[in-house]
């Protein structure tokens, strides 16, 4: 039904930056909030940054002041730019939204396979 695809993760050496991208698709009626998560290993999921429909947005405490998360809904795609990148940073960064289905009329949350973040030290 609704597919979301994430681009622009790698390797970088701290200090450095990445743009992390992700494009929704599909039978979308609307999307109210997207949003990034990110998974290190042996660790559990966890919010980086959300943002509303009208650009209300939330950081978790460890990525405020150095992330900045922002959409563009005529193209149903979210960003994550990614400043003063630490090797704590490192994880896999899903994205996640939560959308009106078309036709059905429903709300559901779908994620992205994950993209790869590295930072080396």
């Known amino acids: 039904q609704v597919q979301l695809v994430e681009s622009g993760g790698g390797l970088v050496q701290a200090g450095g930056s990445l743009r992390l991208s992700c494009a929704a698709s599909?039978?979308?009626?609307?999307?109210?909030?997207m949003g990034w998560y990110r998974q290190a290993p042996g660790k559990q999921r966890e919010l980086v940054a959300h943002i509303s429909r009208f650009d209300t947005t939330n950081y978790a405490n460890s990525v405020k002041g150095r992330f900045t998360i922002s959409r563009d809904n005529a193209k149903n795609t979210v960003y994550l730019q990614m400043n003063s990148l630490q090797p704590e940073d490192t994880a896999v960064y899903y994205c996640n939204a939560n959308v009106v289905v078309s036709g059905m009329m429903k709300v559901n949350d779908y994620w992205g396979q994950g993209t790869q973040v590295t930072v080396s030290s």
């Open positions: 599909g039978s979308i009626f609307r999307i109210n909030t």
